[in-house]
């Protein structure tokens, strides 16, 4: 069992939609959680940070993490063409080390 | 906002050859900075963690002689594939720790894509 599960997608949405990303996890010492955006042939870039439980929002973007759940999500509200990237979830314990997810393929279409 | 940037953004070479892939922080010092691969699809795996002036720290399953790490200065670090071989295509993308930061500022580089024929 991989220790973050992600469904690769591809996700297709409408213009305007929300769109919601999740992954789950296997090892309850996760404590920080992570959002990265990756348009194709580029390096992640950070969207959401999140220690521990909780909400957290920024604009459009809103994270959630549940540890009891071993979940975590990412909300986009009223998607946009430019939204469309690979959205990867990172994990970490009290270390440097990041454990991603696959991915989720987004396709946000006018 | 922290730049990182990764010399060459692509590179094609023959099997059997060795390919050096350099890491520059641009504007802040990284005492620390990481290794990762990325398969077409796959999520991202870290391969070592290198810290300026010592030696890098390998994954399990990623052979140190193989895959040479050098993070000789707080700006640079070089990836150096010996002996490509086809297997070794991927995308390989570094990141970048300020000297004084923590899991969330992690900065990453473009990416380099190697393709071994």
């Known amino acids: 069992q991989k220790e973050v599960e992600q469904d690769p997608g591809p996700l297709s949405v409408p213009e305007g939609a929300i769109v919601s990303l999740n992954c789950t996890y296997s090892n309850s010492a996760f404590q920080y959680f992570m959002w990265y955006r990756q348009y194709s042939r580029k390096g992640p870039e950070l969207l959401m940070y999140?220690?521990?439980?909780g909400n957290k929002e920024d604009g459009r973007f809103t994270a959630q993490v549940d540890k009891s759940s071993k979940y975590i999500s990412l909300f986009i509200r009223d998607s946009q063409p430019s939204d469309s990237a690979t959205y990867l979830c990172a994990m970490s314990y009290n270390t440097d080390k990041l454990i991603f997810g696959t991915g989720t393929r987004l396709q946000v279409f006018p | 906002g922290a730049v990182v940037s990764q010399h060459p953004s692509w590179v094609i070479c023959k099997s059997g050859t060795s390919v050096k892939i350099e890491c520059r922080s641009l504007d802040f010092q990284a005492t620390t900075m990481f290794w990762y691969r990325q398969f077409p699809k796959q999520s991202l795996m870290l391969m070592a963690t290198s810290n300026e002036g010592s030696k890098a720290t390998y994954e399990q399953g990623v052979e140190k002689d193989k895959f040479l790490i050098n993070h000789a200065s707080l700006t640079l670090s070089t990836l150096t594939v010996t002996s490509a071989h086809p297997e070794d295509s991927s995308f390989y993308i570094c990141s970048a720790m300020p000297a004084s930061g923590s899991t969330d500022t992690q900065y990453f580089g473009p990416g380099t894509r190697l393709t071994v024929l």
């Open positions: 999140t220690y521990s439980s």
